[in-house]
C-alpha cells in the first residue's frame, strides 16, 4: 500500500504550506490518518491526526498554526501549516492506521521534506 504525500519545500519563516496525501480508497474510508514529522537527529513525532469522524488532535508544539484536514471524496488528507518556524524543518510522513479486530496497521508515505529557512 501506498500513500502519496506531496507540498513540502523551502518556505521562509512566518509563512505556510500545504501538505498532501493521497491514499488508497478502501484504506482511507477506514483509516485514522496523520501526519508524523522526523527532523535530522530526532525521533519522529506526531504532528497531527483525523479520524474517520472528524475528531483532530494536534501534537503541543503545534500551538493553533497547523490544521489537519481530509476530503473523503478525494481520499486525501490535508495538512496546513502556517507561521512556520525554522524547527519545523523536518520530512513530513503521512500515516493511515487501520483497526481491524485488536490490531492496528499502519501505513506510511514516503515523506516530503519541509524546510524552513530565510
Known amino acids: 500500500v501506498q500513500l502519496q504525500a506531496s507540498g513540502g519545500g523551502l518556505v521562509q519563516p512566518g509563512g505556510s504550506l500545504r501538505l498532501s496525501c493521497l491514499a488508497p480508497g478502501d484504506i482511507f474510508s477506514t483509516a485514522t490518518m496523520g501526519w508524523y514529522r522526523q527532523a535530522p537527529g530526532k525521533q519522529r513525532e506526531l504532528v497531527a491526526g483525523?479520524?474517520?469522524?472528524?475528531?483532530?488532535m494536534y501534537g503541543d508544539f503545534v500551538k493553533g498554526r497547523f490544521t489537519i484536514s481530509r476530503d473523503n471524496a478525494k481520499n486525501t488528507v490535508y495538512l496546513q501549516m502556517n507561521i512556520l518556524e525554522p524547527e519545523d524543518t523536518a520530512v513530513y510522513y503521512c500515516?493511515?492506521?487501520?483497526?481491524?479486530?485488536?490490531?492496528?496497521?499502519?501505513?506510511w508515505g514516503q515523506g516530503t521534506l519541509v524546510t524552513v529557512s530565510s
Open positions: 500515516n493511515a492506521g487501520v483497526v481491524s479486530g485488536n490490531a492496528v496497521t499502519g501505513y
Open positions: 483525523i479520524n474517520t469522524f472528524g475528531n483532530t
